[in-house]
């Protein structure tokens, strides 16, 4: 999947920007991007501070973090439940 090349708190800059009363053609047109991105951009980070962003971020990473360990654990019970199968 191609990384933009804008990160996340320029995309809010950019959204703000056009919240100001310049236009969404004319916001796209000077940050190079197409109106689909922009939407895109607008239903994913829309009414968002730089805050809530740090925010949501951490709260992924810590989801993944979770989401990791859950799968070892899982991988670990199931070797257990084979040895105890064959023992038994």
């Not at 933009?4 to 009363?21: C, D, F, H, N, R």
Request: with cysteine; hydrophobic share 35%.
């Amino acid at each position: 999947m191609k990384r933009s090349q804008y990160s996340e708190s320029q995309i809010v800059a950019i959204l703000k920007e056009a919240e100001t009363g310049i236009s969404v053609d004319e916001s796209c047109r000077t940050h190079g991007i197409s109106r689909s991105c922009y939407y895109k951009w607008k239903t994913k980070y829309g009414g968002m501070e730089e805050a809530e962003l740090k925010r949501l971020k951490a709260l992924e990473a810590e989801n993944a973090q979770l989401k990791r360990m859950y799968a070892d654990l899982s991988l670990k019970h199931e070797a257990l439940k084979e040895i105890i199968e064959k023992k038994l």
